[in-house]
């Protein structure tokens, strides 16, 4: 006999549901039920001279397109829940812009974060990580993403900044781990703003288009530059089975492309090309991972740079 539950009784289960899903993790909780996110926004009790300008305004799932014409998209592939939009005034006109995101997991708001901040700026203890670029501002921590606009660099208007960041951060009490591919890369030279995680193929077309179309087709991916003058890709895939059938494919898409030249297959799991600049490309096979070292660096340094990697796929 199946036993229907209705009304009440069911948000009562979904409570329950979501509950046991906390003693595992807090962030479960956050996925199962979408937070308040009200309770994150700074009162004016707590700014100073800072004041609300107006009302809140809240985006859940596809209404994120009302919000951001055009940008939305990066958002849902990374994983969007919601995001609450608060403006800011101070008594001597300056304004501020506060967005706060909440995604799926930490690690979708890592990836945004990553994706919206650039290679410069002063990084600041500030939620897990954060990073002021001018009057632009951003921090992730747990499953949100902290976004702040200040349109001009005065001083009032970044000392704002930081008084509104540290506010909302102090009020967002879940932490978050960084996905693991972030361990696999080497770390010899590296350029640490530099680093790039991606969970889709529009994701990693901003950071570089190997190909217009999706020919990678991955579960998710990092990159990252190094002060040599090369940078490290690597993508991940759900099994080895998968990966390796992909990895045929992408070969033949290099071979037959008109964007690279001089295709050389050094062996079954490495092959290399050039781009229209000169610049090498080496492809590898490891595991279920496609590794990829691209910019100036000879065959012995890219057979050294995915042995580093290798390694730490097997201690990640």
């Known amino acids: 006999m199946v036993k229907i539950v209705r009304g009440s009784d069911f948000l009562a289960a979904l409570f329950l549901l979501c509950l046991s899903l906390s003693l595992y993790s807090s962030e479960n909780l956050s996925n199962c039920l979408q937070q308040n996110l009200l309770t994150y926004i700074p009162e004016e009790t707590e700014l100073g001279e800072w004041k609300k300008d107006d009302s809140p305004q809240e985006y859940r799932g596809e209404d994120l397109f009302l919000y951001i014409d055009g940008g939305a998209e990066i958002y849902h592939e990374y994983g969007f829940s919601q995001v609450i939009v608060q403006d800011y005034l101070s008594k001597n006109g300056k304004s501020i812009s506060l967005e706060i995101f909440e995604m799926v997991n930490s690690e979708s708001a890592y990836g945004m974060y990553t994706f919206k901040t650039s290679s410069q700026g002063e990084v600041l203890a500030i939620g897990n990580e954060a990073l002021l670029e001018g009057y632009y501002m951003n921090f992730w921590k747990g499953n949100y993403l902290v976004t702040l606009t200040g349109f001009d660099e005065d001083e009032e208007t970044v000392k704002g900044l930081l008084r509104i960041a540290r506010a909302v951060d102090a009020k967002i009490k879940v932490r978050g781990k960084k996905p693991p591919l972030v361990s696999m890369i080497p770390k010899n030279d590296l350029l640490t703003l530099s680093i790039k995680y991606f969970k889709g193929n529009l994701g990693l077309y901003n950071i570089y288009s190997f190909f217009t179309q999706d020919v990678f087709a991955f579960n998710q991916g990092i990159k990252a530059d190094y002060s040599d003058g090369y940078s490290v890709y690597i993508i991940e895939y759900e099994s080895i089975d998968a990966c390796q059938k992909k990895f045929k494919e992408v070969r033949e898409s290099f071979a037959e492309s008109s964007r690279y030249n001089d295709f050389k297959p050094v062996n079954e799991k490495l092959f290399v090309v050039r781009d229209k600049k000169g610049g090498l490309i080496f492809v590898s096979l490891v595991e279920r991972y496609i590794l990829i070292v691209k ?22």
């Open 295 to 316: 910019g100036t660096v000879s065959q012995d340094q890219a057979d050294e740079i995915f042995a580093r990697i290798q390694e730490n796929i097997g201690t990640g």
